[in-house]
């Protein structure tokens, strides 16, 4: 019996990783953090790229009108040197006044053309630049229309000069407008993209540890119950051998062997062991709405620049454990949650479906009574007190296995490699912070999220063997595969 049992034990963990790949496809697809990282990724590239300038014919005003305002001002300089001279005439001497103002007529008419030149090149100067903010635009705008007040000319032609130099102005102040709430839309949704990334790394991985503890435990209750028909079928066999005046009858009664001497027909174990279909197509589906709604309230309001220390971190995790395990009562006392409704289905309709989903043909769709038996006695088994003990103990250990992956995060020390020789004797750690060092949440979410490869798809996969040396599980898979009830009834 000894042999048997151990046997079905790998029986168990070899059917545990055969199904593994059928849940990380559809939670690897449905919960995909891979897409949304290459989304933040695509913004981030969008986002260096430069801003195109906008055409110089948009910012400065049409070059004709330029150079009339510099002929205008050019000739109202002339004017002003014409009085000057004529006001020197009356005063002075010809000869001499005509020569002094010819100098001052050079010196103001340089000084002008300057002044002109620096505006010109103030302009060309604004354009070149990116715009980027609406200030920017506002100063280009008021600059502009500034000058045009400080024009000479009539108020039809000045008011013209004003919309032909401003038009162009605001349509670069809109275009500034429009990438400003471009922008502020990518900010949003880079932010946005950052909480969904942060909510959904930490629901993908906490499902999956959940669903591969859940599928574990299903299956040593499946296969330790199907072994116990095994076993017997063989002990019956052997004492129709050897003794003949003693026989084994089973009572008609839930989880006793069936009437066909302590053997179970194919067709029966097909559709017993189909049932975790329920588990691996809906009930983690299920569960997964759960763990999100918790994640979102206990990681969702924590800022990416947080800091986490290992034990923040442990502390963190088991938050959301303690809010999905635990529920209270109306005297607040705590009371474990029960989990069967996401590892066997209640209804049954809900039978019928899993039957019809995993192949079974239409006109046998039925729970048959050595099914339902069998079924019945997997629903109390889960329902009992032994199975929370052992689903707190094999969670604690998943959780403590995926604690220990991220600890070469918080403690580098862990990441050197061994040393040899005399220098191995002592070995001295300089700072004490890198013994636990504290890590901002946006470097941890990575992490979270790989993890969950190794989960389901490692080579060899450390969680489901951790699972299977857990003493409560042994122990209990043993109480299944024992938990037959004969009658040796003597003729």
């Known amino acids: 019996m000894k042999r048997r049992f151990e046997q079905n034990q790998q029986d168990c963990v070899f059917t545990v990783l055969s199904l593994l790949p059928t849940l990380g496809d559809q939670l690897l697809h449905e919960l995909n953090v891979e897409l949304i990282t290459a989304k933040l990724q695509q913004t981030r590239s969008q986002r260096s790229t430069p801003a195109p300038t906008p055409d110089s014919s948009m910012v400065l005003p049409p070059r004709s009108e330029q150079d009339d305002n510099k002929q205008e001002q050019e000739g109202s300089a002339e004017n002003k040197e014409g009085e000057g001279e004529s006001e020197k005439v009356k005063n002075d001497q010809e000869a001499t006044t005509t020569s002094t103002n010819d100098t001052e007529g050079h010196v103001k008419e340089d000084s002008t053309d300057s002044t002109v030149s620096s505006d010109t090149n103030e302009d060309s100067n604004q354009s070149t630049q990116p715009s980027s903010t609406v200030s920017e635009a506002d100063k280009d705008e008021t600059t502009a229309t500034a000058q045009d007040e400080k024009a000479a000319k009539p108020e039809s032609q000045e008011a013209a000069a004003t919309n032909v130099e401003t038009t162009p102005v605001a349509a670069a102040a809109q275009i500034v407008v429009k990438d400003e709430a471009t922008a502020a839309i990518e900010r949003k949704t880079k932010l946005e993209l950052w909480n969904e990334l942060k909510v959904m790394s930490f629901t993908r991985t906490v499902t999956a540890l959940y669903s591969l503890t859940f599928l574990t435990l299903l299956t040593q209750v499946q296969l330790n119950l199907l072994g116990r028909f095994t076993y017997v079928s063989s002990v019956i066999a052997l004492s129709n051998t050897t003794d003949a005046s003693y026989r084994v009858e089973s009572p008609a009664v839930k989880g006793s062997l069936s009437s066909t001497a302590g053997q179970l027909d ?38 990416l620049k947080k800091t986490f220390t290992s034990k923040d971190f442990s502390d963190l995790l088991g938050e959301i454990r303690s809010r999905l395990e635990y529920t209270e009562d109306m005297e607040g006392e705590r009371i474990p949650v029960n989990m069967r409704e996401y590892m066997l289905p209640d209804e049954a ?10 192949g079974v043909d239409e006109f046998d769709l039925v729970v048959d009574p050595v099914l339902r038996n069998l079924l019945d006695e997997t629903r109390d088994f889960i329902d009992s007190a032994d199975f929370t003990t052992v689903l707190s103990s094999t969670l604690a250990t998943t959780f403590a296995r995926f604690n220990l992956a991220l600890q070469p995060t918080f403690n580098p020390f862990l990441l050197s490699p061994p040393q040899s020789g005399s220098s191995a004797a002592i070995a001295e750690i300089e700072d004490d912070e890198d013994i ?34 857990v003493k409560e599980l042994q122990a209990f898979s043993a109480i299944v595969y024992s938990s037959f009830s004969e009658q040796l009834i003597s003729p």
């Open 266 to 303: 194919f067709q029966t174990e097909k559709k017993y062991l189909t049932f975790s279909y329920w588990l691996l197509h809906e009930g983690w589906r299920r569960w997964s709405e759960k763990v999100r709604d918790v994640v979102e309230d206990v990681v969702g309001g924590i800022s």
């Open 349 to 358: 309709s809900d039978e019928r479906e899993v039957l019809r989903a995993g």
């Open 436 to 469: 636990d060092r504290a890590v901002p949440l946006a470097s941890l979410l990575p992490l979270v999220a790989r993890q969950v490869h190794l989960i389901i798809n490692g080579v060899p996969n450390e969680y489901v063997e951790s699972l299977a040396m």
